[in-house]
């Protein structure tokens, strides 16, 4: 008679499921680790002891060190960037899947020498369990300490050059693209953009976005004007390209600030949106819906950038492996077109 076969060690994933909590939230709770509910805990001894489940002492000691904190880096020195729209929705996503994860959100400035020396001391130090890092620019010092980093990091949005190992970003080539075929659908044939930064990826990859549309058109593409993402830089563009090439009849703004500082210098110059000349914006926010006339643009999912970005986060620190993503955009058509 064939011997029984062995019972399989109950795993922390099954702790985790039977609890109905995250493995991460398992592990911290089995660990007395900071930021886990009494209920979830709770949940979690009633399976341990369900399960007859026995931590590996390795993996325990591992454990033990993980602090419940994630770190969301934004590289700016303002503090005011945080009341703006965009990072705005991105810390909203953030906040909840951490949440979810129970771990504890830690927002940090560092563009200044002094915001990245807290950042490095923040990771040689292990004082987070992983960190997310967004609005990156070329060759930011951020980015070598991620490199260097001994706790994990994704980032919100790719930095410029090589792919990182961990990312989420949005479709900002086929979103631009989109937007200037778009316009080039509608007969406009001298159609212009003005960039965001273009020391950025996002600025860069919106810029090729737009030469593909046009070069796949048989158009010429015109020179890019950058801006800095904010609606002043876009109006200053705006009047620049006004003057360089008086006959235009479109633009695509590399997002919606730029794109409503565009709308206002055109009103001012007497131009007619759109009759005389057609605007798409990017990202969607509050901001297109206002503007006069409103704003055409191309939505992308921010809310999810940074959700799915400490999604991604949490995994890592539970020990797994997940693969970078790239969310899909879509164009909404408003009076601006």
């Not at 039977?18 to 009633?46: F, I, Q, T, Y």
Request: glycine letters at 8%.
């Amino acid at each position: 008679m064939a011997a029984a076969a062995p019972r399989r060690r109950p795993t922390l994933d099954a702790v985790a499921e039977l609890a109905g909590v995250s493995r991460s939230v398992a592990s911290r709770a089995l660990n007395d680790a900071p930021h886990v509910s009494r209920a979830k805990r709770e949940a979690v001894e009633r399976a341990v002891r369900q399960l007859g489940y026995v931590p590996h002492p390795t993996a325990r000691a591992l454990a033990t060190r993980q602090t419940g904190a994630a770190a969301l880096v934004v590289a700016g020195e303002d503090p005011s960037i945080f009341a703006d729209p965009f990072f705005a929705q991105v810390i909203v996503g953030a906040s909840d899947a951490l949440d979810e994860a129970e771990l504890h959100l830690m927002l940090c400035l560092a563009a200044s020498d002094r915001g990245r020396k807290r950042v490095a001391e923040l990771l040689r130090s292990k004082g987070v369990d992983g960190v997310i890092l967004t609005a990156l620019r070329e060759d930011d010092p951020l980015l070598r300490l991620a490199e260097e980093s001994e706790v994990p990091v994704v980032f919100g949005g790719r930095p410029v050059g090589p792919a990182p190992r961990w990312y989420v970003d949005v479709d900002n080539v086929g979103g631009a693209r989109e937007a200037t075929e778009h316009l080039i659908g509608l007969g406009r044939t001298r159609v212009a953009v003005i960039c965001g930064r273009l020391d950025t990826e996002a600025g860069r990859a919106r810029h090729r976005g737009y030469r593909d549309a046009m070069l796949a058109a048989g158009l010429t593409p015109l020179p890019p004007v950058e801006g800095d993402f904010t609606e002043v830089s876009g109006a200053a563009a705006m009047a620049a390209l006004l003057a360089e090439h008086p006959r235009l009849d479109g633009v695509f703004a590399g997002n919606d600030n730029m794109g409503a500082g565009a709308l206002r210098t055109l009103r001012e110059a007497g131009r007619r949106v759109p009759s005389d000349v057609a605007v798409v914006g990017f990202d969607d926010l509050a901001v297109a819906r206002i503007t006069d006339p409103p704003l055409t643009t191309v939505h992308q999912p921010i809310e999810a950038l940074g959700r799915e970005a400490a999604r991604m986060l949490a995994a890592l620190v539970d020990g797994q492996d997940p693969t970078p993503l790239i969310l899909p955009t879509r164009l909404v058509v408003r009076a601006s077109t």
